[in-house]
């Protein structure tokens, strides 16, 4: 079974941060998002996404990617720094970062870890922060994947 495999698994229920964990990454800056396992496909066709004939023919030609829901959780990131490294090159060395990252936190928020998400993660929670705050975090589907973000 693959990395994304076994994370889908374990995401492939609806978990939230326990109280005290959510109270420690909101002092410390975080914002808090739930991810509702929706593909790019039903955020399309919902109306969430505007100029949605690109997400089309993205859809057209990339069906797998298309079908792929997010995760069912809640997420915690910082808009300002929702970058880890933008000059990390290749997938391990995103992942030692996340990796890096995971150890760092969870030193200091008990039961939270760092997970790469997949392109659905990311539209998500690139469309549910614009709804919120009117603000951009993602430029397209393709920043989504090729991003380096992290999610706890």
């Known amino acids: 079974m693959s990395y994304m495999e076994r994370l889908r698994n374990f995401f492939d229920r609806d978990t939230a941060f326990n109280p005290d964990a959510r109270a420690q990454l909101e002092k410390e800056?975080?914002?808090?998002?739930?991810?509702?396992?929706?593909?790019m496909e039903m955020m399309v066709h919902s109306g969430r996404v505007h100029n949605s004939e690109s997400f089309l023919q993205f859809g057209r030609k990339y069906t797998k990617v298309w079908k792929?829901?997010?995760m069912r959780t809640e997420v915690a990131f910082k808009?300002?720094?929702?970058?880890l490294d933008?000059?990390?090159k290749s997938f391990r060395q995103h992942q030692e970062l996340i990796d890096?990252?995971?150890?760092?936190?969870s030193n200091s928020i008990?039961?939270?870890?760092?997970?790469r998400g997949s392109v659905a993660d990311y539209m998500e929670l690139s469309l549910s922060y614009m709804e919120t705050t009117g603000n951009t975090l993602l430029r397209s589907v393709f920043d989504s994947i090729l991003t380096s973000t992290f999610f706890i």
């Open 100 to 105: 890096r990252f995971s150890r760092d936190i």
């Open 79 to 83: 808009a300002n720094e929702f970058f």
């Open 86 to 88: 933008k000059n990390a």
């Open 29 to 39: 800056g975080y914002s808090i998002y739930h991810l509702t396992g929706q593909s």
């Open 68 to 70: 792929l829901k997010s």
């Open 110 to 115: 008990e039961d939270v870890q760092v997970v």
